[in-house]
Nanobody, 114 residues
Framework: QVQLVESGGGLVQAGGSLRLSCAASGNMFNIRIMGWYRQAPGKQRELVATIIGGVTNYADSVKGRFTISRGSAENTVYLQMSSLKPEDTAVYYC?????????WGQGTQVTVSS
């Protein structure tokens, strides 16, 4: 069993920055993908960024503004968000995909004011 705990969300003005963290506990053996997703009110959950080994992937809407990275201990993933826009307002979720399992965190709220 793996637990994911996100932190770092909050209220920020447009143009500002936030850094989200996701700490994983439990057996991380056979992990394949870690990523960040978000869900805005009334919208479907969408991919923000993923990291597979050292390879990163981003949604077009965040390219050049967000950076996903893994911690040195491999059980932490970060999302550095810069030049934030009001449309980035959402609950941000961490996800860990294994060979035979898929885990989500509880989410952290990010609110960007105009």
């Amino acid at each position: 069993q793996v637990q994911l705990v996100e932190s770092g969300g909050g209220l920020v003005q447009a143009g500002g920055s936030l850094r989200l963290s996701c700490a994983a506990s439990g057996n991380m053996f056979n992990i394949r993908i870690m990523g960040w997703y978000r869900q805005a009110p009334g919208k479907q959950r969408e991919l923000v960024a993923t990291i597979i080994g050292g390879v990163t992937n981003y949604a077009d809407s965040v390219k050049g503004r967000f950076t996903i990275s893994r911690g040195s201990a491999e059980n932490t993933v970060y999302l550095q968000m810069s030049s934030l826009k009001p449309e980035d307002t959402a609950v941000y979720y961490c996800r860990a995909i294994f060979v035979t399992a898929d885990y989500w965190g509880q989410g952290t709220q990010v609110t960007v004011s105009s």
